[in-house]
């Protein structure tokens, strides 16, 4: 089915194969994943601790134990921030790629990463904020001002923020911003050692404040992209196919970024601009679960932190007695992952 919309034709998608059967195991078997790669987090690391100890410290915590302390206060709270934070991004990833019909749009696109990088530099430079607990809010406040501002940027106009002003909105506004950034970094030598920790990415020293100040705006953000399913299939279409189905263009919109402010802006603030999980993971789903949007969300929920707690394990093991930043590892293993997908051609149809 062919149609038109304000920025030409498109062509409706369709279901390329059956996916009961792949949804049916697909979502049980993705959960068993995720619960494998938890327990990896707490397991592995510079003192590797059997399951059965690392089940122990979690349900009847001993503080005379050392290995039970090891468990609750430095690998669990790095844990929950994977988890968080993988969820986050590569939900925020299916909804931002939904919204601007963009199949390389990523957290980065609407200036995500840059906003929350030169709230960070300030901070870290002006106020001499330093640990993570207390930078994630300058980082999450930067975030949403710089996609706010590029919403308000892409709304002029009679046809209000198109997939393609949003695109361009976002790559002015994140190339004004680094480009900020980095003009402070070179004349700041404090900041710029700062800031070399955070902008690659990681899990590490993160402790249970971080979770506890973004985790509400995870769960709301998850919870507005989880009801903008069926609105994200019929922007699918097109604009004018939606509007004939009776759906709000605009008010979609808002909610979408809405839910992308939240989610793009406490993942980034909490473990720093990550790349490939937001961009990868919905193109894995899209590729097993089909282009039905209520079923991409919930597969890239699961699917993201086990990707992201993975390659953290990952992290931990390959450079002993040592440890990569996770941010590293995701762009070593994602990068090769999406140009397969590209050449499979599963990348580039939403």
């Known amino acids: 089915m062919t149609t038109t919309t304000g920025g030409g034709a498109r062509t409706a998608p369709a279901t390329r194969k059956p996916v ?15 619960a494998v790669a938890a327990l990896l987090s707490l397991a592995v690391g510079a003192n590797p601790l059997p399951p059965g100890v690392v089940l122990d410290a979690v349900l ?22 994977g988890l968080t934070a993988g969820l986050a991004l590569g939900m925020a990833g299916a909804v931002m790629q939904g919204l601007t019909r963009n199949p390389l749009a990523d957290p980065g696109l609407l200036g995500i990463n840059a906003g929350a990088s030169l709230f960070v530099v300030g901070a870290i430079g002006l106020l001499g904020v330093t640990s993570p607990g207390e930078y994630v809010w300058f980082a999450f406040g930067g975030a949403a001002l710089s996609a706010v501002v590029v919403y308000g940027v892409s ?7 198109t997939p393609v002003k949003l695109a361009l909105a976002g790559a002015a506004v994140t190339a004004a911003l680094a480009s900020i950034v980095t003009a402070v970094l070179l004349v700041d030598q404090s900041s710029l050692d700062q800031m070399r920790f955070w902008q690659v990415g990681a899990l590490a020293a993160r402790g249970m404040p971080v979770v506890a100040q973004t985790t509400p705006f995870i769960v709301g953000g998850a919870l507005l992209a ?13 604009d004018d196919v939606a509007r004939g189905l009776g759906q709000n263009i605009a008010r979609t919109r808002i909610t979408a970024a809405v839910a992308i402010v939240a989610l793009c802006g406490a993942a ?9 999980v937001g961009l990868l993971v919905p193109h894995v789903a899209r590729s097993i679960v089909g282009l039905d949007y209520r079923l991409i969300l919930p597969f890239s929920a699961l699917a993201a932190p086990t990707l992201l707690l993975a ?20 762009a070593v293993i994602g990068a090769p992952l999406f140009i397969a997908l590209v050449r499979k051609g599963k990348a580039v149809r939403l």
């Open 20 to 34: 009961r059967p792949r949804v049916a195991f697909g979502f049980p078997l993705l959960g068993l994943a995720l």
């Open 60 to 81: 009847r915590t001993d503080p005379a134990l050392p290995d039970h302390l090891v468990v609750i206060e430095k690998r669990l709270p790095r844990t929950l921030v």
């Open 155 to 161: 709304s002029f106009g009679r046809e209000g923020a």
């Open 226 to 238: 989880l009801l903008l399913g069926r609105s994200l299939n019929g922007l699918a279409l097109g």
């Open 268 to 276: 980034t603030a909490s473990v720093g601009p990550i790349a490939f």
């Open 311 to 330: 390659c953290d394990v990952i992290a931990r093991v390959v450079a002993r007695p040592g440890e990569l930043q996770v941010g590293i590892v995701t």
